[in-house]
């Protein structure tokens, strides 16, 4: 398994922009499907977004298509989700996950990825 923590997160005002991070230990992060996935209170973990290990295919859920970025830098062991055009409801925990080491298919079930990191509050304000 691979360690994960996320940085970033803070309180930013509606239609602003933040930027977490995932760091990742160990020299395997190129070989490990990664994902964000976030949760806020009262409701059920969801899956946010998806990067491929062998092709950097990427993946979004329906609500942040084209208002967030994910991308990764293996060289940096690193995992980044660029989120733009904030909305209140985009406040939550948010989490990064990683798939058993060399998963090539994509899965937005959260039981389905088997290491996490502790998490990053992100707080939308009007």
């Known amino acids: 398994q691979v360690q994960l923590v996320e940085s970033g997160g803070g309180l930013v005002q509606a239609g602003g922009s933040l930027r977490l991070s995932c760091a990742a230990s160990g020299r395997t992060f190129s070989s490990y499907f990664m994902g964000w996935f976030r949760q806020a209170p009262g409701k059920e973990r969801e899956f946010v977004a998806a990067i491929s290990w062998s092709d950097q295919s990427t993946y979004y859920a329906d609500s942040v298509k084209g208002r967030f970025t994910i991308s990764r830098d293996n060289a940096k062991n690193t995992m980044s989700l660029q989120m733009n055009s904030l909305k209140l409801e985009d406040t939550a925990i948010y989490y990064c996950?990683?798939?058993?080491?060399?998963?090539?298919?994509?899965?937005?079930?959260?039981?389905?990825?088997?290491?996490w990191g502790q998490g990053t509050q992100v707080t939308v304000s009007s």
């Open positions: 996950a990683a798939r058993s080491r060399y998963t090539l298919s994509f899965t937005r079930v959260p039981e389905r990825y088997d290491s």
